[in-house]
């Protein structure tokens, strides 16, 4: 393993590959010891505390003194951060959001029923309640993150979206306005996340919480899992780019820069099969950091987290690829399609030179909350089924019982449970 400027660089045909690559499938590293203990202590305080602990959290962490009223964000805000904003920027924003809305009506299908001869096996879908939606701050404003976790909640007909955030920027506001967002609080990390799941005299408790933060947010999700429902743990964004002689380089290089440009952990990565393909994206990443604006930070990103992989071929590519089950995973190879048959874990897949994450990130349609850290394993992207409660629904007549009753009492009483067995018999023999 060596230096190739600002990148790592691994080749499969390397004695030391294996060993090397361990560090990109740990790429989600420890939680620190300390994090986690200052996480339960706040969790602990809001939890018994309240408000009080609460605005005096909001006060230390997000450097604003408030109070119970004042920690709402008022209608008059919102209309106004709405009616402010660049009318092309309220334009772009109601396109993306429809386009959301468009593709997300389409999960929305029944759940499956089987009905035969007095029997009746089925899942109906309800809506959670009352959800709470986690906006990050800080670094920048993510007016997209509110349309990608309200209208899939919005579509799923939830009753109240909470949204927390401890930037309530203009771009925001107007977002969560386009979004159906009527409820806002101004706070952030692990105390906000306390509040939604413990709810507070201000505050009402959520069933649900969705959207990424820092390491304090995550950290609080998941030392809460089981007290309220929650998404998927998120981590440091990624992107890995498989790409064969088909690619283009400036392509790949402009999007490696706009994953490290979100912060200095994200993770740009990229498998290729080609030397010289290889070679002209690192020219091109040297070219294209000089004109942008977040250029230390996507030095830094590719410095501490950025790799590049020489693959034998584009089937060991994607054998790579499904163990390091990227966040986003862009195939710039000559035959997309077929590549993508042998894809297996990633959070969401972009086919082919025109697909890049950032399209994806905006207006695609599917949500750009994706999990990472190799999480896409066994996590799904953010989508309407988030934001629903499935019941079984069982019916059987007396003789549709009959014809499973036995099996039912031997299985009863195989596992030492006679009057499961009982509850059946009762029903068979009664001429009720």
């Not at 609080?185 to 820092?214: F, Q, W």
């Not at 402009?254 to 099969?273: N, V, Y």
């Amino acid at each position: 393993m060596h230096n190739s400027k600002k990148m790592k660089v691994l080749r499969t045909a390397a004695s030391s590959f294996e060993e090397d690559f361990k560090h990109v499938l740990l790429r989600r590293g420890e939680v620190n010891a300390g994090v986690e203990n200052s996480v339960k202590d706040i969790l602990h305080a809001v939890k018994e505390q309240g408000d009080h602990a609460l605005l005096r959290y909001i006060e230390k962490y997000d450097q604003v003194k408030l109070d119970s009223t004042s920690i709402v964000v008022s209608t008059e805000e919102i209309e106004t951060a709405h009616r402010n904003l660049d009318p092309r920027e309220i334009s772009a924003l109601q396109l993306a959001a429809l386009r959301m809305e468009q593709f997300h009506q389409k999960q929305m299908n029944q759940m499956p029923v089987r009905e035969k001869e007095g029997e009746l096996a089925a899942e109906v879908i309800r809506p959670l309640k009352r959800v709470g939606v986690y906006i990050p701050g800080g670094k920048a404003a993510y007016p997209s993150s509110v349309l990608m976790s309200a209208i899939p909640a919005s579509v799923a007909r939830v009753k109240e979206i909470v949204m927390v955030s401890p930037t309530v920027s203009s771009s925001v506001l107007a977002a969560a306005k386009i979004a159906g967002v009527r409820c806002i609080y101004r706070m952030g990390g692990a105390h906000a996340i306390a509040a939604l799941a413990y709810g507070t005299e201000s505050i009402s408790r959520v069933d649900k919480i969705v959207g990424p933060g820092n390491v304090y947010v995550e950290t609080a999700k998941r030392l809460l899992y089981g007290e309220v429902g929650l998404d998927i743990v998120a981590g440091p964004s990624e992107v890995l780019i498989i790409a064969d002689e088909s690619g283009v380089p400036s392509f790949a290089a402009s999007d490696l820069l706009a994953q490290a440009e979100h912060d200095e952990d994200a993770c740009p990565m990229l498998i290729t099969s080609s030397e010289d393909f290889l070679k002209a994206v690192c020219k091109e990443i040297i070219s294209q950091l000089k004109n942008l604006n977040r250029r230390e930070i996507a030095e830094r990103s590719l410095e501490k987290r950025g790799v590049m992989i020489v693959a034998d071929d584009i089937n060991k590519a994607t054998e790579l690829a499904n163990r390091i089950a990227p966040e986003h995973l862009e195939l710039m190879v000559s035959e997309p399609q077929e590549v993508l048959k042998n894809i297996s874990c990633a959070g969401a897949v972009f086919l082919g030179n025109y697909s890049p994450v950032a399209v994806g990130d905006y207006m695609a349609g599917p949500s750009h909350i994706l999990p990472t850290g190799g999480t896409a394993r066994f996590f799904s992207p953010l989508g309407v089924e988030d934001f629903i409660k499935r019941m079984s629904v069982i019916s059987f007549s007396k003789e549709a019982l009959l014809k499973v009753g036995n099996e039912v009492k031997i299985l009863a009483l195989l596992e030492g449970l006679d009057a499961h067995a009982i509850a059946v018999e009762k029903r068979i023999k009664t001429s009720v």
